[in-house]
């Protein structure tokens, strides 16, 4: 699992795209499809179009990250295709990564605060 800073958003690109991209041509991507700042400290994935490989861009501040990950069996449970992205949580990005389908998760709601009689 990748510890993100709080307040770092992740950014998931619906669209596959080659996973021939490297560095510069994500981070272009970044700009093109996400309409976000490569440079901004956000996290940005991307899958490829058997949905098995997805890629993720950061940067931490000092260079660019690209992390990757490719399932030996299954996909990466993804939105449907259209343009454009979702903002994810830190908690679905874990079970993205994970290769768990995190739209059916509900987080839980918050626990109540004890009223004194």
């Given at each position: 699992m990748i510890a993100l800073a709080p307040g770092t958003k992740v950014y998931l690109a619906c669209r596959p795209v080659s996973?021939?991209?490297g560095f510069d041509g994500l981070a272009a991507l970044v700009g093109q499809?996400?309409?976000a700042d490569p440079f901004s400290g956000h996290l940005f994935l991307f899958r490829s179009k058997r949905a098995d490989y997805l890629k993720c861009l950061y940067w931490d501040g000092t260079g660019l990250?690209?992390?990757a990950k490719r399932l030996e069996a299954g996909k990466?449970?993804?939105p449907?295709?259209?343009d454009g992205g979702l903002v994810l949580t830190?908690?679905?990005l874990g079970l993205l990564l994970e290769a768990m389908d995190w739209r059916r998760?509900?987080?839980?709601e918050a626990p109540?605060?004890?009223v004194a009689v």
């Open positions: 996973m021939r991209y499809v996400l309409e990250c690209l992390f990466f449970v993804w449907p295709i259209t830190p908690a679905q998760t509900v987080a839980p109540r605060v004890p």
